[in-house]
């Protein structure tokens, strides 16, 4: 504090260096200058870490989140003047080695101010959801409502809803712990909606590709080539529709711009449609977004801001999820016929794709949840490991599931002992909230209480009997990330409100 003059200011858990620093005129840096760290040593402070982080750039303010017994929880916080310099931080000191052994990370981090809002009645309308969420919490700005693929008079079952700050957003989260709170009814599903990607403006000053939503399912690609052709015929290079929504291909970039401001809000076959520009993704967004032979070059490339209904049809099952995850198979789900054929010699084998079977040839959920990612032509899913400790000294794990085409992730409220009992689980809750039934025979709605086994099915030899004992995810519950990547989802989020 003596060698550079910053201030230092201890609460709420953490302690800010900085903020502003000394001499500072005008408004904070703008979104995008701020880093996240993680994996500090408990034992290490500003006099270690300060030096390191200065070296890159210009530091505005340094927020290390503190424990009351005087260590560092692990993480910290570092705002840059300028969004190069946290962008230098990222690239340089990323896995840097802070001691001998010990590696930190470094990502963007994001001031999230927007929550994922599952299980809402598909017959609300926009200003119900909006007047709703403004009675049962407080500083909501705006909800975002997408209209089915199939019905465009219903909602998809979920919302976005802004609010007009981080901190309002996490004492919303807070308040609206899914299992003790109801909407309409419902229990609904809370979580931190996925942060837009960023791209800069370089980038996005060439893009030549307009992104179009809100299509109708049964609206063709010559349609859509034909209404964004008639301010000027022959300017649309190509068009790629996945589900309700496309990506329109321009020869010229001023022709995309005209065709956005001139198309934006017109009707196509009934429906209102929404277009904005397309945005790229870096490499390695890309390689993620590539779908294992099936991805479209029209697509690929830029990032989908939809969330599609995927499977029209209605689940019959209980919207509330603890009810759901411990009942018995839905009598009227068909089951999937699991029977073993000798391999006699002679048999010819040919190649194919999972994703070229159908529904009825799975019984994973984690594979259900891959395939249905790949029809939409999504990244596929990501998992996140989390564990914890239960009473009894049982290691208890759960995963969270993150789905980066829709900007949104899940996680289920229940932790298994068993790995793969936790990913199935989280798979199916995932499927679940994206209102995509999932029928197998192995499904976790055969879930039973602990020390209880549900009934056998018939499984493939060397498989052990499906017998999920579960324990229930309670607020007061630590959980510790799983992996390096777990800890940068999971605490990324603006603690301490997170």
Sequence with gaps: MEKTGYSMVQENGQRKFGGPPPGWEGSPPPRGCEVFVGKIPRDMYEDELVPVFERVGRIYEFRLMMEFSGENRGYAFVMYTTKEAAQQAIHMLDNFEIRPGKFVGVCVS????????????????????????????????????????TDKTKNRGFAF????????????????????FQLWGHTIQVDWAEPEKDVDEETMQ??????????????????????????????????????????V?????????????????????????????????????????????????????????????GNPTTPTRPLSLPARLNSHHNPSS?????????????????????????????????????????????????????????????????????????RSSFMPDKLCTILEDAKELAAQNALWNLDCTF??????NSLSPPG????????????????????????ALPLVNGSHVAQRLFISNQSPFF
């Design 110 to 149: 994001l001031d999230n101010c927007r929550l994922f809002i599952g299980s809402i009645p598909k017959e609300k309308k926009k200003e119900e959801i909006l007047e709703e969420m403004k009675k049962v919490t407080e500083g909501v700005v705006d909800v975002i409502v997408y209209p089915s693929a």
């Design 161 to 180: 809803v802004e609010y007009e700050s981080h901190k309002a957003a996490a004492m919303a989260r807070r308040k609206l712990i899914p299992g003790t």
């Design 206 to 247: 060439r893009v030549k590709v307009l992104y179009v939503r809100n299509l109708m399912i049964s609206t063709a690609e010559e349609t859509i080539r034909n209404e964004f052709s008639k301010f000027k015929p022959g300017a649309v290079e190509r068009v790629k529709k996945l589900t309700d929504y496309a990506f």
């Design 249 to 309: 291909h321009f020869y010229s970039r001023d022709d995309a711009i005209t065709a956005m401001h001139f198309m934006n809000g017109k009707s196509i076959d009934g429906s209102n449609i929404e277009v904005t520009l397309a945005k790229p993704v870096n490499k390695e967004s890309s390689r993620r977004y590539s779908q294992k032979g099936q991805g479209s070059q029209n697509s690929e490339g830029f990032l989908f801001q939809n969330k599609d209904d």
């Design 334 to 406: 068909p089951e999937v016929e699991r029977y073993v054929y000798p391999f006699l010699p002679g048999i010819n084998l040919a190649a194919i794709s999972m994703y070229s079977l159908k529904l009825g040839h799975f019984c994973s959920a984690v594979t259900h949840l891959d395939y249905y990612c790949n029809k939409n032509n999504w990244a596929p899913p990501e998992y996140y490991l989390f564990s914890t400790t239960s009473q009894d000294g049982k290691l208890l794990l759960i995963y969270r599931v993150v789905i980066t085409a829709t």
């Design 439 to 444: 029928c197998g025979p192995t499904s976790l």
């Design 452 to 475: 209880t086994t549900s009934s056998n099915s018939l499984l493939p030899y060397g498989c052990r009997p499906y017998s999920y004992p579960s324990y229930p995810l309670s607020p």
